[in-house]
């Protein structure tokens, strides 16, 4: 994994310089310490990577950065939010264990982080699950592809890979469901109009006889019944 490591370069050149200086090598240490599985660590450098563009859609601090990016990994890995949550902020795990932190608790601090603004930010840059699920090797098409329009001698390969990489790259179309919430009739309605209509011409005609009167007909009781109580 040594030959995997970021280098302060890399780093630099894919943060912006407001968040990087003189921070640079402890944000490189942090890096490149945190991750013990190789596995996991090429997914999160590839994160690291692909989705510095949220760092221009608010002040975020760059550590916090690396954070919601570890975060959204492990969640991209299928880990639940709260395991996600533990691996991310280990330090604060055990301080919270170690202060006797009731389960809960540690699981609403666990949901609210999955609501941060920067989380979400970074989640919005994964695209569609399938993408997720091939992300190494979209990535790696995307890089050949890349390199091929920069470099090929052929023009007709520079301009096929470059109409590949656009066609790629172009962002996923919004899905528009549309639901039939209409009321269809069946029998049980016909047979409620059917009751309903042969009440009212019932109260017709006794209005008419004089047998009640329209204030009698107003009061009284559609359905009679007996209540018994269930035990």
Do not use: W
Request: proline residues 3%.
């Amino acid at each position: 994994m040594a030959n995997d490591l970021m280098t302060l370069d890399e780093l630099n050149a894919i943060m912006p310089k407001k968040v990087t200086g003189s921070a640079g090598v402890a944000l490189l240490d942090e890096v490149n310490r945190a991750i013990t599985d190789p596995h996991f660590y090429k997914e999160y450098r590839d994160n690291l990577v692909s989705y510095t563009s949220v760092l221009q859609e608010g002040r975020f601090k760059a550590e916090d950065y690396l954070s919601a990016v570890k975060y959204v990994t492990y969640r991209l890995m299928g880990k639940s939010g709260f395991e996600s949550y533990i691996k991310t902020f280990p330090a604060r795990y055990k301080q919270m264990i170690d202060n006797n932190t009731p389960t809960n608790t540690i699981s609403a601090y666990a949901s609210m982080y999955k609501n941060n603004k920067l989380v979400n930010l970074v989640y919005a840059q994964t695209m569609i699950p399938i993408y997720v699920l091939n992300m190494d090797l979209r990535q790696e098409a995307l890089n050949t592809q890349a390199e091929l329009m920069r470099s090929a001698n052929s023009e007709k390969v520079r301009s096929d890979a470059a109409a590949n990489i656009l066609l790629h790259l172009k962002p996923p179309e919004v899905t528009k469901i549309e639901l039939d919430v209409g009321v269809k009739g069946d029998s049980t309605l016909d047979s409620l109009r059917e009751a309903t209509a042969a009440l009212v011409a019932q109260q017709r005609l006794q209005l008419s006889a004089g047998m009640v009167s329209a204030k009698q007909v107003a009061e009284s009781t559609i359905i009679q019944g007996e209540c018994h109580e269930v035990e």
